[in-house]
């Protein structure tokens, strides 16, 4: 079933706003009704666009509670040799979670601006870097598409070796459980581990609420060439176009991956 917002309540929005540009090209009211009338549109548009936000934040839960309980079944099937059904379940919960990527198009066509924007294109670029999965801290694949209607996306360059960043982890960890996923944060996980094992150790052992990138895969991935710092643990916060909004370890500064966590902290409020 496709998520929307209530056809109701946009086609109420479009006749509003319709009846506010009647009466403003009226020549019967006065310099005072126009700026109360200009309020009330801005008003408006503040309200319409923390609908969508809410819109995006409530879908996003919804569809990461769907990519949970696909994850069991398709690492079942891969552990049983099954990769025919592990793929069709792929398949149906791609179906699934595109089905919810934007509003209806008789939901768009009454009041098109509350409808979502698409994803990003900076996302898009890291999504066709990452590849078509990542990794939960259990070692089950989940679609890479999950970061594409985030706000922003944390990359996280770290290792379990490195004592610095078993002291940082923990607070990026609270700051996603309790406020990260519902402000529309993704964090990416990129390791320096000396092995997939000893990604894995450290991402169960840390308590790792987000996902990562294959440990196979992160040198072809391009991602450390184009980001990564000369130690860890390094942050770089993507916005929303893509750009890199703060970062640790920079030439022309001395911030530290906490730094970037606070910047995301401000971000967000």
């Not at 109420?12 to 020549?27: D, E, K, P, R, T």
């Not at 379940?89 to 009454?110: C, V």
Request: charged share 25%.
């Amino acid at each position: 079933m496709r998520l929307q917002p209530s056809t109701t309540v946009l086609c109420v929005l479009a006749c509003s706003a319709a009846a506010l540009a009647a009466v403003i090209q009226s020549g019967s009211i006065t310099e005072r009704d126009r700026t109360r009338l200009a309020a009330a549109r801005q008003t408006h548009g503040a309200e319409v666009e923390r609908a969508t936000n809410a819109w995006r934040v409530n879908v996003d839960r919804a569809n990461r509670a769907l990519e949970r309980a696909y994850a069991d079944l398709i690492e079942r099937c891969e552990r049983r040799g099954d990769t025919e059904t592990a793929e069709s379940l792929r398949t149906e919960l791609r179906d699934a979670i595109a089905s919810t990527a934007a509003p209806g198009p008789d939901a768009a066509q009454a009041a098109a601006p509350a409808s979502p924007p698409p994803a990003p294109a900076g996302f898009v670029e890291l999504r066709r870097m990452i590849g078509d999965t990542l990794v939960d801290a259990r070692g089950s694949t989940v679609p890479a598409d999950r970061i594409a209607g985030n706000r922003y996306v944390l990359l996280y360059f770290s290792a379990g070796w490195c004592g610095p960043c078993k002291a940082f982890t923990p607070q990026l960890a609270q700051f996603y459980t309790e406020r990260g996923a519902k402000a529309g944060v993704e964090v990416i996980f990129i390791s320096s581990d000396r092995s997939a094992d000893d990604m894995a150790q450290y991402m169960q052992g840390s308590g790792m609420p987000w996902l990562a990138v294959p440990y196979a895969r992160v040198p072809e991935t391009g991602i450390k060439a184009k980001w990564a710092a000369r130690g860890i643990p390094h942050a770089v916060l993507l916005g929303p176009d893509g750009k890199v909004l703060s970062a640790s370890q920079q030439p022309d500064s001395n911030k530290h991956a906490s730094d970037v966590l606070q910047d995301l902290r401000k971000l967000v409020g």
